[in-house]
């Protein structure tokens, strides 16, 4: 490679170091995916009024892993396909929460977030009761299958008011 | 005693867990080249893996014990090495591959300490490896995170470890790192001595060293930008 070639190369590398060093100041990297129109946790819905209901949400961030993605997918799958009924019902309320967004920050503190998570909640006659945040599903990410089991039979005790 | 062998093998295998995660793959990769250029001194290789390992071990015993001292909150330190160590980790990798490439000279060599720096990133050594462990370990993404934070420090909380079960996470994230480099190495080693190569295959690790350290660093600053790691 000649000087030239190698300067070049280096005013490119630098310009990245700059770029990557802008984000280390403080800059937010732009919403790769738009934010659902989701409502937020704790709205008040129809479905509070009911005497016992059980919420569960993914709380991620507007940065999107890989890994992140597939938690979600894998969760609303697992969700669906085993409580489309308790959901249709009012009984469940599955929902995706940006906690970056104005306002959502202190489901951090609230849940004791450490990295994108998947929260179940109780709630009865619009009060919450416990929650529980599903840790496993870090170590169940290989697995689509054991990760749904996991999630459903967690989902299935706050439903059937087991501990 | 079963239940401190269980809770050992239980860190040790998210420690591993961590590690073939794709998450940390860019900074896995990286390791793997630093650690296993020293292709004909197998001793070198073993060595710089070694001290890979325990810099990254040092590393999460280090936050376990401040965490579980209640010195930093669990969710403050997480999200902080999340978003701030993973922000200055491209850069840094894009200028460590530079001074690997012997590209651009530091301007303090005057006093010594540029030139020191540039040769330690450039010879690397069985310090430079675990420094390079101590940063890959801090430098959190989702899956380290979760499993770290999520399921290891309420582990070491519970079973009051807050040394050994950090400690075996941290060689269980360093293990399948060690044995790709030793095997590389081992492999760049006997086929170069079979083909009578080694001399050429040594002159290339430095180069691919920091080529691959560079294009971990730009996959990093660029996945920040459209969303793809971290």
């Known amino acids: 490679m000649t000087l030239s070639q190698k300067s070049g190369l280096a005013v490119v590398l ?6 990557g060093a802008a984000f280390a100041a403080g800059k937010e990297p732009a919403p790769v995916v738009p934010t659902p129109g989701t409502p937020s946790a704790g709205n008040a819905t129809a479905a509070d009024a009911a005497s016992h ?26 969700i669906k396909s085993a409580f489309a ?33 998947v929260v179940v909640m109780d709630k009865v006659n619009g009060g919450q009761v416990r929650w529980k945040n599903l840790a496993r599903i870090w170590e169940l990410l290989s697995d689509e299958t054991q990760f749904a089991q996991y999630v459903q039979r967690e989902v299935r005790e706050y439903l059937e008011g087991r501990s | 005693m079963t239940e401190s062998l269980a809770g050992g093998a239980t860190a040790l295998w ?30 070198r290789v073993v060595v710089s893996g070694l001290a890979y390992t325990l810099g990254r071990s040092l590393a999460y015993v280090g936050i376990a014990m401040l965490v579980v001292a209640s ?23 894009i200028v460590i591959g530079v001074l690997i490439l012997g590209w651009i000279r530091i301007p303090m060599s005057s006093f010594g300490i540029g030139e020191k720096l540039q040769k330690r990133a450039a010879s690397g050594g069985a310090l430079g490896a675990g420094f390079l462990g101590m940063l890959f370990a801090l430098s959190f993404c989702p899956v ?16 009051r470890s807050p040394v050994t079960l950090p400690a075996l996470f941290g060689i269980g994230t360093g293990l399948p790192v060690l044995a790709c480099a030793i095997a590389i190495a081992f492999g760049a080693n006997v086929i170069g001595r079979a083909f009578d190569a080694l001399t050429r295959i040594e002159r290339w690790a430095k180069p691919v060293t920091g080529a691959v350290f560079i294009l971990a660093g730009v996959y990093l600053v660029v996945g920040r930008f459209f969303g793809f790691s971290g």
């Not at chain 1, 967004?101 to 450490?114: A, R, S």
């Open chain 1, 14 to 19: 630098v310009a990245l170091v700059l770029s």
């Open chain 1, 53 to 78: 209901v059980v919420e569960v949400y993914y709380f991620r961030t507007t940065n999107r892993c890989a890994s992140c993605r597939k938690i979600e997918a894998f969760t609303d799958a697992a």
């Open chain 1, 85 to 117: 009924k308790e959901i249709q019902d009012g009984k469940m309320i599955w929902q995706v929460v940006n906690i970056q967004e104005p306002g959502n920050e202190h489901f951090i503190q609230e849940y004791k977030l450490v990295t994108k998570s």
């Open chain 2, 14 to 43: 998210l420690g591993i867990l961590t590690a073939i995660s794709p998450c940390p793959l860019a900074t896995n990769i990286a390791a793997v080249s630093y650690i296993g250029r020293d292709v004909g001194r197998s001793g």
């Open chain 2, 71 to 93: 010195v930093l909150t669990i969710p403050g330190v997480s999200w902080f090495l999340q978003e701030q160590a993973n922000r200055i980790l491209g850069p840094l990798l």
């Open chain 2, 144 to 159: 380290s995170a979760g499993l770290f934070f999520g399921s290891l420090i309420p582990l070491s909380v519970s079973a």
